[in-house]
Protein backbone atom coordinates (compact mmCIF):
# COMPACT_ATOMS: atom_id res chain seq x y z
CA UNK A 1 0.00 0.00 0.00
CA UNK A 2 0.75 3.85 -0.58
CA UNK A 3 0.23 6.13 2.22
CA UNK A 4 -2.74 8.40 1.09
CA UNK A 5 -2.11 12.32 0.98
CA UNK A 6 -2.52 14.23 4.51
CA UNK A 7 -5.59 16.29 3.49
CA UNK A 8 -6.22 18.61 6.50
CA UNK A 9 -9.50 17.17 7.35
CA UNK A 10 -12.47 15.28 5.17
CA UNK A 11 -15.77 16.20 6.14
CA UNK A 12 -19.06 13.89 5.17
CA UNK A 13 -22.75 14.08 4.52
CA UNK A 14 -24.50 11.19 4.62
CA UNK A 15 -28.49 10.63 4.31
CA UNK A 16 -31.56 8.68 6.43
CA UNK A 17 -32.67 5.93 4.24
CA UNK A 18 -36.04 3.85 4.08
CA UNK A 19 -36.07 0.55 2.69
CA UNK A 20 -38.07 -2.11 1.23
CA UNK A 21 -41.15 0.97 0.91
CA UNK A 22 -43.56 -1.59 1.51
CA UNK A 23 -43.50 -4.53 -1.28
CA UNK A 24 -40.11 -3.61 -2.55
CA UNK A 25 -38.36 -5.89 0.04
CA UNK A 26 -34.57 -5.77 -0.26
CA UNK A 27 -34.28 -3.84 -3.49
CA UNK A 28 -35.97 0.18 -2.81
CA UNK A 29 -34.52 2.29 -1.16
CA UNK A 30 -35.22 6.26 -0.76
CA UNK A 31 -32.69 8.72 0.86
CA UNK A 32 -34.29 11.21 3.11
CA UNK A 33 -33.32 14.77 4.20
CA UNK A 34 -32.04 13.71 7.97
CA UNK A 35 -28.12 13.44 7.77
CA UNK A 36 -24.91 12.24 9.96
CA UNK A 37 -21.97 14.61 9.43
CA UNK A 38 -18.28 12.85 9.91
CA UNK A 39 -15.07 15.14 10.11
CA UNK A 40 -11.97 12.34 9.55
CA UNK A 41 -8.56 14.50 10.36
CA UNK A 42 -5.34 12.10 9.70
CA UNK A 43 -2.62 11.28 12.34
CA UNK A 44 0.53 10.05 12.33
CA UNK A 45 -0.54 7.14 14.48
CA UNK A 46 -3.95 5.73 16.38
CA UNK A 47 -7.87 6.32 15.94
CA UNK A 48 -9.64 8.64 18.00
CA UNK A 49 -13.29 8.87 18.11
CA UNK A 50 -15.82 11.62 19.23
CA UNK A 51 -19.71 10.86 19.01
CA UNK A 52 -22.59 13.25 19.65
CA UNK A 53 -26.25 12.51 19.02
CA UNK A 54 -27.74 8.85 18.45
CA UNK A 55 -25.28 6.30 19.90
CA UNK A 56 -23.24 8.25 22.03
CA UNK A 57 -22.39 6.22 25.31
CA UNK A 58 -23.29 3.14 23.42
CA UNK A 59 -20.85 2.67 20.70
CA UNK A 60 -17.21 2.40 20.73
CA UNK A 61 -14.69 4.00 20.47
CA UNK A 62 -11.89 2.56 18.87
CA UNK A 63 -10.84 0.22 15.60
CA UNK A 64 -14.51 -1.35 16.12
CA UNK A 65 -16.35 1.30 15.64
CA UNK A 66 -18.46 0.79 12.56
CA UNK A 67 -17.25 4.02 10.68
CA UNK A 68 -13.58 3.04 11.45
CA UNK A 69 -14.12 -0.41 10.05
CA UNK A 70 -15.30 1.40 7.17
CA UNK A 71 -12.30 3.76 6.76
CA UNK A 72 -10.17 1.11 6.72
CA UNK A 73 -12.18 -1.32 4.32
CA UNK A 74 -12.75 1.96 1.88
CA UNK A 75 -8.39 2.62 2.15
CA UNK A 76 -7.89 -0.98 1.11
CA UNK A 77 -9.76 -1.02 -1.79
CA UNK A 78 -8.05 2.03 -3.04
CA UNK A 79 -4.84 0.50 -2.15
CA UNK A 80 -3.78 3.67 0.19
CA UNK A 81 -2.78 3.67 3.93
CA UNK A 82 -3.59 6.37 6.52
CA UNK A 83 -1.75 5.25 9.46
CA UNK A 84 -4.11 7.55 12.02
CA UNK A 85 -6.31 9.99 12.31
CA UNK A 86 -9.43 11.34 14.16
CA UNK A 87 -13.12 10.72 13.87
CA UNK A 88 -15.82 13.17 14.79
CA UNK A 89 -19.39 11.87 14.52
CA UNK A 90 -22.43 13.86 14.57
CA UNK A 91 -25.46 11.57 14.54
CA UNK A 92 -28.68 12.84 14.01
CA UNK A 93 -30.21 9.48 12.56
CA UNK A 94 -31.86 7.25 15.06
CA UNK A 95 -29.95 3.78 15.71
CA UNK A 96 -31.74 0.89 15.41
CA UNK A 97 -35.34 2.41 14.53
CA UNK A 98 -35.11 1.31 10.41
CA UNK A 99 -33.71 4.33 9.20
CA UNK A 100 -30.58 2.86 8.10
CA UNK A 101 -27.70 4.25 10.58
CA UNK A 102 -25.58 1.11 9.70
CA UNK A 103 -25.78 1.73 5.93
CA UNK A 104 -25.22 5.29 6.46
CA UNK A 105 -22.27 4.32 9.00
CA UNK A 106 -20.55 2.26 6.04
CA UNK A 107 -21.36 4.59 3.11
CA UNK A 108 -20.15 7.41 5.28
CA UNK A 109 -16.85 5.37 5.88
CA UNK A 110 -16.09 4.15 2.95
CA UNK A 111 -16.48 7.72 1.43
CA UNK A 112 -14.49 9.08 4.22
CA UNK A 113 -11.39 7.10 2.50
CA UNK A 114 -11.97 8.58 -0.85
CA UNK A 115 -11.71 11.71 0.85
CA UNK A 116 -8.93 11.09 2.91
CA UNK A 117 -7.00 9.70 -0.58
CA UNK A 118 -7.77 12.53 -2.52
CA UNK A 119 -9.50 9.97 -5.06
CA UNK A 120 -12.62 11.00 -6.60
CA UNK A 121 -15.98 9.41 -5.58
CA UNK A 122 -16.98 6.25 -7.57
CA UNK A 123 -20.19 5.70 -6.59
CA UNK A 124 -21.08 3.09 -8.58
CA UNK A 125 -17.52 1.39 -6.66
CA UNK A 126 -18.92 2.68 -3.35
CA UNK A 127 -22.27 0.79 -3.62
CA UNK A 128 -20.42 -2.74 -4.24
CA UNK A 129 -17.96 -2.38 -1.32
CA UNK A 130 -20.74 -0.81 0.81
CA UNK A 131 -23.19 -4.13 0.44
CA UNK A 132 -20.07 -6.37 1.08
CA UNK A 133 -19.67 -5.05 4.48
CA UNK A 134 -23.31 -4.24 4.69
CA UNK A 135 -24.65 -7.36 3.59
CA UNK A 136 -27.58 -6.53 1.02
CA UNK A 137 -27.88 -3.20 -1.00
CA UNK A 138 -31.07 -1.22 -0.25
CA UNK A 139 -30.16 1.04 2.62
CA UNK A 140 -27.02 1.33 1.25
CA UNK A 141 -27.63 2.20 -2.28
CA UNK A 142 -29.56 5.01 -1.57
CA UNK A 143 -27.21 6.43 1.15
CA UNK A 144 -24.45 6.29 -2.05
CA UNK A 145 -26.85 7.51 -4.52
CA UNK A 146 -29.85 9.36 -3.08
CA UNK A 147 -32.89 9.79 -4.78
CA UNK A 148 -35.04 6.90 -5.04
CA UNK A 149 -33.24 3.34 -5.59
CA UNK A 150 -33.66 0.22 -7.32
CA UNK A 151 -30.89 -2.27 -6.02
CA UNK A 152 -29.85 -5.78 -6.69
CA UNK A 153 -27.42 -8.41 -6.72
CA UNK A 154 -25.70 -10.05 -9.31
CA UNK A 155 -23.42 -13.22 -7.92
CA UNK A 156 -21.91 -11.88 -4.53
CA UNK A 157 -21.94 -8.27 -6.00
CA UNK A 158 -24.44 -5.63 -4.79
CA UNK A 159 -25.81 -2.77 -7.59
CA UNK A 160 -27.88 -0.53 -7.98
CA UNK A 161 -29.75 2.04 -10.17
CA UNK A 162 -30.86 6.13 -9.12
CA UNK A 163 -34.26 7.24 -10.40
CA UNK A 164 -35.69 10.55 -9.79
CA UNK A 165 -38.24 11.05 -7.19
CA UNK A 166 -41.44 13.07 -8.51
CA UNK A 167 -40.80 16.66 -8.00
CA UNK A 168 -42.30 17.50 -4.30
CA UNK A 169 -42.38 14.17 -3.04
CA UNK A 170 -42.42 14.28 0.69
CA UNK A 171 -42.07 11.83 3.73
CA UNK A 172 -42.69 11.99 7.38
CA UNK A 173 -40.92 9.13 9.64
CA UNK A 174 -42.79 8.35 12.79
CA UNK A 175 -40.12 7.23 14.94
CA UNK A 176 -40.62 5.52 18.14
CA UNK A 177 -38.78 5.18 21.74
CA UNK A 178 -37.89 1.51 21.24
CA UNK A 179 -35.71 -0.22 19.05
CA UNK A 180 -35.73 -3.51 16.88
CA UNK A 181 -32.89 -5.61 15.70
CA UNK A 182 -33.00 -5.83 11.97
CA UNK A 183 -31.62 -9.83 12.86
CA UNK A 184 -34.78 -10.15 14.93
CA UNK A 185 -37.36 -8.37 12.40
CA UNK A 186 -35.36 -10.81 9.67
CA UNK A 187 -36.13 -14.18 11.89
CA UNK A 188 -39.79 -13.57 11.80
CA UNK A 189 -40.12 -13.78 7.77
CA UNK A 190 -41.31 -17.66 6.40
CA UNK A 191 -39.00 -19.28 4.37
CA UNK A 192 -41.81 -19.42 1.40
CA UNK A 193 -44.94 -17.46 0.69
CA UNK A 194 -47.63 -18.76 -1.99
CA UNK A 195 -46.92 -18.03 -5.09
CA UNK A 196 -50.68 -15.77 -5.64
CA UNK A 197 -49.04 -13.05 -2.71
CA UNK A 198 -45.58 -12.96 -4.43
CA UNK A 199 -47.11 -12.39 -7.57
CA UNK A 200 -49.47 -9.82 -6.49
CA UNK A 201 -46.55 -8.32 -4.35
CA UNK A 202 -44.67 -8.37 -7.96
CA UNK A 203 -46.86 -6.10 -9.09
CA UNK A 204 -47.33 -4.01 -6.67
CA UNK A 205 -43.64 -3.06 -6.65
CA UNK A 206 -43.57 -2.49 -10.71
CA UNK A 207 -46.31 -0.28 -9.36
CA UNK A 208 -44.43 1.98 -6.96
CA UNK A 209 -41.66 2.62 -8.99
CA UNK A 210 -43.94 4.08 -11.49
CA UNK A 211 -46.40 5.93 -8.24
CA UNK A 212 -42.74 7.34 -6.89
CA UNK A 213 -41.12 8.70 -10.13
CA UNK A 214 -43.92 10.11 -11.57
CA UNK A 215 -47.77 8.95 -10.37
CA UNK A 216 -47.58 9.79 -6.75
CA UNK A 217 -51.95 9.37 -7.03
CA UNK A 218 -50.97 5.25 -7.05
CA UNK A 219 -49.07 6.02 -3.82
CA UNK A 220 -51.56 4.37 -1.10
CA UNK A 221 -52.55 1.05 -3.81
CA UNK A 222 -48.77 0.73 -4.86
CA UNK A 223 -47.51 0.68 -0.98
CA UNK A 224 -49.12 -2.33 -0.40
CA UNK A 225 -47.12 -5.31 1.04
CA UNK A 226 -47.74 -8.91 1.60
CA UNK A 227 -44.47 -10.65 1.89
CA UNK A 228 -42.75 -8.94 5.06
CA UNK A 229 -44.75 -6.04 7.08
CA UNK A 230 -47.43 -8.29 8.68
CA UNK A 231 -45.00 -11.38 9.51
CA UNK A 232 -43.00 -8.79 11.87
CA UNK A 233 -46.17 -7.33 14.04
CA UNK A 234 -44.66 -9.54 17.20
CA UNK A 235 -41.82 -7.63 16.84
CA UNK A 236 -43.08 -4.16 17.13
CA UNK A 237 -47.24 -4.89 17.41
CA UNK A 238 -47.25 -0.89 17.57
CA UNK A 239 -45.69 0.02 14.51
CA UNK A 240 -48.21 -2.55 12.77
CA UNK A 241 -51.16 -0.62 14.43
CA UNK A 242 -49.98 2.71 13.48
CA UNK A 243 -49.55 1.76 9.77
CA UNK A 244 -53.10 -0.01 9.61
CA UNK A 245 -54.50 3.58 11.16
CA UNK A 246 -52.53 5.70 8.70
CA UNK A 247 -53.85 3.64 5.63
CA UNK A 248 -57.15 3.19 7.16
CA UNK A 249 -57.54 6.98 6.86
CA UNK A 250 -56.17 6.82 3.34
CA UNK A 251 -52.63 8.00 3.44
CA UNK A 252 -50.01 5.98 2.03
CA UNK A 253 -47.80 3.94 5.46
CA UNK A 254 -44.93 1.58 5.32
CA UNK A 255 -42.30 -0.09 7.85
CA UNK A 256 -39.28 1.49 7.26
CA UNK A 257 -36.54 -1.18 6.73
CA UNK A 258 -36.85 -3.57 9.67
CA UNK A 259 -38.34 -1.08 11.73
CA UNK A 260 -40.06 -0.02 13.89
CA UNK A 261 -39.80 3.38 12.22
CA UNK A 262 -43.34 3.84 10.25
CA UNK A 263 -42.32 5.75 6.82
CA UNK A 264 -45.90 8.03 5.78
CA UNK A 265 -45.13 9.18 1.45
CA UNK A 266 -47.02 12.27 0.27
CA UNK A 267 -47.37 13.48 -3.12
CA UNK A 268 -46.97 17.21 -4.21
CA UNK A 269 -49.95 18.99 -3.18
CA UNK A 270 -51.03 16.46 -0.71
CA UNK A 271 -50.74 16.35 3.09
CA UNK A 272 -49.73 19.15 5.47
CA UNK A 273 -45.87 19.62 5.32
CA UNK A 274 -46.12 21.23 8.15
CA UNK A 275 -46.24 19.39 12.41
CA UNK A 276 -49.72 19.34 13.29
CA UNK A 277 -51.04 19.88 10.39
CA UNK A 278 -53.46 17.45 8.40
CA UNK A 279 -51.00 14.41 9.73
CA UNK A 280 -52.31 11.93 12.66
CA UNK A 281 -50.17 12.56 15.74
CA UNK A 282 -47.65 10.37 16.55
CA UNK A 283 -48.24 7.62 19.53
CA UNK A 284 -46.68 8.77 22.80
CA UNK A 285 -43.38 8.74 23.10
CA UNK A 286 -42.81 8.56 19.37
CA UNK A 287 -41.23 11.60 17.59
CA UNK A 288 -42.83 12.55 13.70
CA UNK A 289 -39.65 14.10 11.82
CA UNK A 290 -41.04 16.00 8.42
CA UNK A 291 -38.68 15.12 5.87
CA UNK A 292 -37.89 15.74 2.22
CA UNK A 293 -35.79 13.61 -0.98
CA UNK A 294 -32.23 14.11 -0.72
CA UNK A 295 -31.27 14.08 -4.50
CA UNK A 296 -27.68 13.15 -4.09
CA UNK A 297 -26.54 11.03 -1.44
CA UNK A 298 -23.73 10.93 0.46
CA UNK A 299 -21.37 13.85 0.05
CA UNK A 300 -17.24 14.33 0.27
CA UNK A 301 -15.68 17.43 1.04
CA UNK A 302 -12.33 18.78 1.98
CA UNK A 303 -11.04 21.85 4.25
CA UNK A 304 -12.94 24.90 3.45
CA UNK A 305 -14.18 23.63 0.11
CA UNK A 306 -18.08 23.38 -0.67
CA UNK A 307 -19.53 19.81 -0.55
CA UNK A 308 -18.87 17.25 -3.96
CA UNK A 309 -21.47 15.64 -5.22
CA UNK A 310 -19.59 13.84 -8.27
Not at 158 to 178: N, Q, S
Not at 211 to 238: C, S
Not at 293 to 303: A, E, L, R, T
Request: overall charge negative.
Amino acid sequence: MTPGPAAEAVRVRVPATSANLGPGFDAFGLALTLYDELTVVPAESGVRVEVIGSGAGEVALDESHLVVRAIRAGLESLGADVPGFSLLCENRIPHGRGLGSSSAAIVGGLAAAYGLTGTPLDRDKLVALAHELEGHPDNVAACALGGFTVAWTEGDAGRAIRLDAVTGLRAWAYVPGTRVLTKEARGLLPTAVPHAEASANAGKAALLVAAITGRPELLLTATEDLLHQEYREPAMPESLALVHKLRGSGLPAVISGAGPTVLLLGGPGETSAEPGGDLPEPPDGWRRYPLGIDPVGVQVWSGESSPSAE
